[in-house]
């Protein structure tokens, strides 16, 4: 039994070592909004610490990461989202552009998703 513990801590320690990806902060994040009762849909920029408005959503984005140099790849995101009507969040975690469904919101009447992270302009990125 000792020697299966032993095995599977090193297997374990082999698969995490060299997985971590690298990456850079974003300064926002785009989101698209869903309202599911009429279809409408809206693109919601907005800054790290920042929040907008949804609807009867009140979205607060801590801060989007993507993989380093690659700022067209695979964005994730921090979100809190609150109903107007609500105590507490309805959602509060890590949003991944790629997987939408792997940690979503779930809201009758909403959906709410990542598309990117923005990133400094040009003249911003060289000051």
């Known amino acids: 039994m000792r020697a ?5 801590l090193l297997l374990g320690m082999v698969a995490t070592s060299g ?5 850079d902060i ?3 994040a785009v989101l698209r909004g869903l309202e599911k009762v ?4 809206e693109n919601i920029t907005l ?6 408005e949804f609807g009867r959503l009140r979205i607060a ?4 990461r993507y993989p380093s140099g ?8 921090f979100l809190t989202i609150t109903p107007q009507d609500a105590e507490g969040p309805v959602f509060a975690g890590w949003m991944i552009a790629s997987s939408p469904a792997l940690n979503a919101l779930e809201h009758p009447r909403y959906d709410v998703w990542v598309l ?12």
Do not use: I, Y
């Open 4 to 8: 299966h513990a032993q095995v599977a």
């Open 19 to 23: 997985t971590a990806q690298e990456v």
């Open 26 to 28: 974003g300064t926002g």
């Open 38 to 41: 009429s279809g409408d849909v």
């Open 47 to 52: 800054k790290n610490g920042g929040t907008a």
């Open 61 to 64: 984005l801590g801060e989007c």
């Open 70 to 77: 690659d700022p067209a790849a695979d964005a994730f995101a």
């Open 116 to 127: 990117r992270c923005q990133t400094a302009a040009p003249s911003e990125q060289t000051e």
